[in-house]
């Protein structure tokens, strides 16, 4: 907001304050609207939070919070099924890069085989690793 746009407000809340104040009409819907804020902040807050409040808020979390178990385990599925598609999609372009450094580096060629199982591997671990969360303790 520009120093105009705010100098422009403080006219109307000004304006609004008078008529309120003089319980005079105006023809500004600015000011109108200034006015009716003013009333709303003058009168006291509608009601009162009941007294187990924090406790109902608490139990439809929880009701939520059970509820969207089968969608994380259908989105963990999901991302574990793109994952392996990504992987193996891009696995060819993969393994002959790593080919290609490693042959460089050894001046031997490496099975593509090898390379494979070990960039499964990998991913394996990384897949478990990243989903993979302990059962509940029991008391």
């Not at 304006?15 to 009409?25: F, L, M, T, Y």
């Not at 609207?33 to 009333?39: D, F, G, K, N, Q």
């Not at 929880?62 to 696995?91: D, Y």
């Not at 099975?111 to 690793?129: H, I, K, W």
Request: proline letters at 8%.
């Amino acid at each position: 907001m520009n120093r105009n746009e705010q100098d422009q407000h403080e006219r109307w809340q000004e304006a609004a304050a008078r008529a309120e104040r003089d319980a005079s009409s105006t023809r500004d819907p600015q000011v109108d609207a200034y006015r009716l804020l003013l009333r709303a902040l003058r009168q006291p807050p509608p009601a009162m939070l009941p007294p187990d409040f924090a406790r109902s808020v608490l139990q439809r979390w929880q009701a939520r919070e059970e509820s969207a178990g089968i969608e994380m385990a259908l989105m963990r599925f999901l991302a574990c099924a793109l994952t392996l598609v990504g992987v193996f999609t891009a696995l060819p372009a993969i393994a002959a890069a790593i080919a290609t450094s490693l042959h460089w580096l050894s001046r031997q060629p490496l099975p593509a085989s090898l390379l494979l199982v070990a960039a499964f591997g990998m991913v394996a671990v990384a897949l478990v690793d990243r989903l993979w969360q302990p059962l509940p303790q029991l008391r």
